[in-house]
């Protein structure tokens, strides 16, 4: 139909000089601002989503080597979705439509349920709701196995945060981590590394400067909730929290290096993982749901001094 958006349909909810959309494919951000200024470095409603932004990624986030993994003794092969190196990316529910359930003026509740295919022969109910007030945007996210065996699963979201006026090269990051993964040329972990002390230690706020960071960080340092946030910053005060819940124990880091202009470097992607990349193939973090099991993540984005 002539004059569709690529996006599908579009859902508004404001409060409190908090403004969000959530988009019907792939039922994720495509905006968000506070105060009048975007502070979410989305896309326009008449554009195709670019880089995974602002996406739900799930059942697995970040790659799976080759699409090819087993699993309670069976080998599952997904499409390579990334062919360029030959990956499988982001899981299976970013470019399906999702349906409304429940929406007031300041919140959205999205669901979509995924069937079984050949490389993930499970069922999952998903289902994300997206909320604005005065603390900022917050998404509470869940997945219920709908079949009768237990299911391998993971879970992300994709932000690009920017402080608008303000050079990725001067933003202050602040990342809550011990360790991170040492990845190959496919982005592919290989290996892992602590970060005391090094150019990857950004346990106390630094400037980014010239570093290139595509890094999933682990070893989280969690708050007494059992959470944990990263946080971007300028010299002038302005700042973004973006948070997560016990159920995130890792965080990505992504600095647009790669991304074609305009996007090349002009925002910071800070994606809460429930596992590392190609999760499946190693099972680090994997969860793991049984029949009727649900599971229940919250993120949110904070502004400070904003």
């Known amino acids: 139909m002539a004059g569709v958006s690529p996006s599908g349909e579009q859902w508004t909810i404001k409060a409190d000089g908090h403004e969000a959309v959530v988009v019907e494919v792939g039922g994720g951000l495509r905006g968000y601002g506070v105060a009048g200024v975007d502070v979410l470095d989305g896309y326009a409603e008449n554009e195709l989503c670019a880089a995974s ?11 799976i080597r080759d699409g090819r993994y087993t699993f ?9 979705t990334e062919p360029t190196k030959h990956n499988a990316i982001h899981g299976l529910v970013n470019w399906v439509r999702w349906r409304v359930t429940h929406s007031t003026d300041d919140s959205v509740t999205l669901e979509y349920d995924l069937p079984p295919c050949p490389g993930y022969p499970w069922p999952l109910a998903v289902r994300t709701t997206w909320t604005v007030g005065e603390s900022g945007l917050r998404a509470t996210h869940s997945a219920t196995n709908l079949s009768d065996r237990l299911c391998p699963f993971g879970f992300a979201v994709h932000p690009y945060l920017t402080l608008p006026g303000a050079a990725v090269d001067d933003l202050q990051l602040q990342v809550p981590a011990r360790s991170r ?9 290989i290996g892992e590394a602590r970060i005391a002390g ?3 230690d950004f346990t106390q706020p630094r400037r980014v400067g010239t570093a290139i960071l595509d890094t999933a960080f682990g070893d989280v340092i969690r708050d007494a909730d059992g959470g944990s946030a990263v946080t971007l910053s300028t010299v002038d005060g302005r700042g973004l929290r973006v948070w997560a819940d016990a159920a995130f124990g890792w965080w990505q880091v992504f600095t647009a290096d790669t991304l074609d202009p305009p996007r090349l470097r002009r925002s910071v992607a800070i994606e809460p993982m ?6 499946f193939r190693s099972g680090r973090d994997l969860i793991l749901l049984e029949p009727g099991q649900t599971w229940q993540g919250t993120w949110g984005i904070m502004p400070l001094s904003y």
């Open 72 to 80: 309670a003794g069976e080998p599952y092969q997904l499409a390579l």
């Open 181 to 189: 993964l040492l990845v190959d040329g496919r982005s592919l972990p």
């Open 274 to 279: 429930t596992c590392p990349p190609d999760a």
């Open 198 to 200: 090094g150019d990857f």
């Open 53 to 63: 932004a602002g996406q739900v990624l799930a059942p697995w986030p970040n790659r």
